[in-house]
C-alpha cells in the first residue's frame, strides 16, 4: 500500500504528468508562411473583456489560456501567428490552448493584463506571452513571458515546441 500513495500522487498533479509532445511542423522557416501575414491584434478593442471571456472558455474546456500581447506593427507578432495558423499546429494549439490577442499599441495600451499576473511597466518585447492556469489565474510561464520577442531567430517548429513546454 505504501508504494501506491506515491503513484496516485503523482497521477493527481497535473505538472507531474509527462509532457505533451509538439507536434510536427512542416514549415521549416517562415519563407513558407501564407502571405500576407495575419493582423492578429485588434485595435480598440476591450482588451479585459476579451480576456474575460477567454479565460471561462478555457476553464470550462480544461484548456489554458494563451494572452499573446502584441502589435500588428511588430513582424515577430505576425510570425507567431502565422506560425499558429499552420495546418500542422493549429489543432494542436486550439486543443490545448483559448487563445487570445491583446493590442498593446507602442507599449501604451492595455497594460493592465500584464500587470494582472505581476508584470509592470513596460513589456521587455513582444510578442508577450502569457500562459495562465485558467482554474487559479496564475502565470504558468513566469519569467518566460518574452521568450518569443525574437521569434524571427527561431523556426516554426522551434514555436510549436516552445508552446508545448507548457502544456
Same mark, same amino acid.
Given at each position: 500500500?505504501?508504494?501506491?500513495?506515491?503513484?496516485?500522487?503523482?497521477?493527481? =498533479?497535473?505538472?507531474?504528468?509527462?509532457? +505533451?509532445?509538439?507536434?510536427?511542423?512542416?514549415?521549416?522557416?517562415?519563407?513558407?508562411?501564407?502571405?500576407?501575414?495575419?493582423?492578429?491584434?485588434?485595435?480598440?478593442?476591450?482588451?479585459?473583456?476579451? +480576456?474575460?471571456?477567454?479565460?471561462?472558455?478555457?476553464?470550462?474546456?480544461?484548456?489554458?489560456?494563451?494572452?499573446?500581447?502584441?502589435?500588428?506593427?511588430?513582424?515577430?507578432?505576425?510570425?507567431?501567428? $502565422?506560425?499558429?495558423?499552420?495546418?500542422?499546429?493549429?489543432?494542436?494549439?486550439?486543443?490545448?490552448?483559448? +487563445?487570445?490577442? #491583446?493590442? =498593446? $499599441?507602442?507599449?501604451?495600451?492595455? $497594460?493592465?493584463?500584464?500587470?494582472?499576473? $505581476?508584470?509592470?511597466?513596460?513589456?521587455?518585447? #513582444?510578442?508577450? +506571452?502569457?500562459?495562465?492556469?485558467?482554474?487559479?489565474?496564475?502565470?504558468?510561464?513566469?519569467?518566460?513571458?518574452?521568450?518569443?520577442?525574437?521569434?524571427?531567430?527561431?523556426?516554426?517548429?522551434?514555436?510549436?515546441?516552445?508552446?508545448?513546454?507548457?502544456?
Amino acid at each position: 500500500m505504501k508504494r501506491l500513495i506515491p503513484l496516485l500522487l503523482l497521477a493527481a =498533479v497535473p505538472a507531474l504528468a509527462a509532457p +505533451v509532445a509538439a507536434p510536427h511542423v512542416a514549415a521549416r522557416s517562415f519563407e513558407q508562411l501564407a502571405k500576407p501575414l495575419p493582423l492578429p491584434y485588434a485595435e480598440g478593442a476591450d482588451a479585459d473583456a476579451a +480576456v474575460a471571456a477567454a479565460k471561462a472558455r478555457a476553464r470550462q474546456a480544461h484548456k489554458l489560456l494563451l494572452i499573446d500581447l502584441g502589435g500588428n506593427w511588430c513582424l515577430d507578432c505576425r510570425l507567431l501567428a $502565422g506560425t499558429i495558423e499552420l495546418p500542422d499546429l493549429n489543432g494542436w494549439v486550439k486543443r490545448h490552448y483559448e +487563445v487570445v490577442t #491583446v493590442d =498593446v $499599441g507602442r507599449f501604451d495600451k492595455n $497594460g493592465q493584463i500584464p500587470a494582472h499576473y $505581476g508584470i509592470t511597466g513596460r513589456l521587455a518585447g #513582444v510578442p508577450a +506571452v502569457l500562459v495562465v492556469d485558467p482554474r487559479t489565474d496564475r502565470l504558468v510561464n513566469k519569467g518566460h513571458e518574452t521568450a518569443l520577442s525574437d521569434a524571427r531567430s527561431l523556426t516554426p517548429q522551434a514555436l510549436a515546441d516552445w508552446l508545448a513546454r507548457w502544456v
